[in-house]
């Protein structure tokens, strides 16, 4: 079965850090960029980062940039977004994607989605 699966999310206060990470199954991340986005009640999904298949191009919405790192490891076919001094407005749920193809804006086809991790900051 072709899946993405996140996991990391919970609850936490804010400024405290938590770790997202993004595994496939069914497929090889390797040929594949991959970006997180998230989505808040009431609000349009957001692009949060995106890296390219072979981990050397990455990109971060303005909202994160300088407290969210994206890394991946081919070799486990995962993805980590690592958040650090989160804030209570990130608080959504959050989603990883593939695509075989991204702009350095993260804008393409996303040929797979996972199911998602709820994160939450709040004291």
């Known amino acids: 079965q072709v899946q993405l699966v996140e996991s990391g999310g919970g609850l936490v206060q804010p400024g405290g850090s938590l770790r997202l990470s993004c595994a496939a199954s069914g497929f090889s991340l390797n040929y594949y960029a991959i970006a997180w986005f998230r989505q808040a009640p009431g609000k349009e999904r957001e692009g949060v980062s995106c890296i390219s298949s072979g981990g050397t191009v990455s990109h971060y919405a303005d909202s994160v940039k300088d407290r969210f790192t994206i890394s991946r490891d081919n070799a486990k076919n995962t993805v980590t977004l690592k958040m650090y001094s989160l804030k209570p407005e990130d608080t959504a749920v959050y989603y990883c994607?593939?695509?075989?193809?991204?702009?350095?804006?993260?804008?393409?086809?996303?040929?797979?989605w996972g199911q998602g991790t709820q994160v939450t900051v709040s004291s």
């Open positions: 994607a593939a695509a075989a193809l991204l702009s350095s804006s993260c804008q393409g086809d996303y040929d797979y």
